[in-house]
């Protein structure tokens, strides 16, 4: 890898991702209003294996028979990448079980600790003076986004 990061070094590898693949590649995720949710441009690529639980399978999806030097943009719909929305997965919390202080407000995102010790995202969509409803679904499952996704190499 170069002294800079922003500047990728790209493999001479032919080989394209399929699955059980190596791979080392930059990646952004943006909602449909551009705001940056997540990027690894500008920092160091990420580096992973297709089918070891890094990228959820429909984001994995989106990268099979891209090849060293592809730098793709796509649209997705957030429920194909995540998951559909599971009605199930929102409950509804008592107050006082949420930190002190805590004041939710519709569209907050937060960390939860599982009873198993790890950690998953619910975000708020109302609350009332004893109760916060939260969503457990991924937070971008009802978004449209848009993915850039440039790989560098592929093992």
Do not use: W
């Amino acid at each position: 890898m170069n002294a800079d990061a922003r500047q990728p070094v790209l493999s001479n590898n032919t080989a394209k991702i399929g699955p059980g693949s190596q791979v080392c590649l930059h990646l952004a995720v943006y909602l449909e209003d551009g705001t940056e949710v997540l990027s690894s441009f500008g920092d160091e690529p990420m580096r992973f294996r297709i089918g070891d639980g890094t990228l959820a399978p429909g984001f994995e999806s989106l990268l099979i028979d891209l090849a060293p030097g592809a730098d793709e943009q796509m649209l997705a719909d957030g429920s194909a990448l995540f998951g559909a929305h599971d009605a199930g997965l929102v409950h509804r919390v008592p107050l006082s079980d949420m930190p002190e202080g805590f004041a939710p407000e519709p569209g907050q995102v937060v960390q939860f600790q599982t009873p198993g010790g790890q950690e998953t995202a619910g975000t708020v969509l109302s609350a009332d003076l004893t109760e916060v409803e939260i969503d457990f679904n991924h937070p971008l499952a009802h978004r449209g986004l848009r993915i850039r996704a440039q790989v560098l190499d592929v093992f």
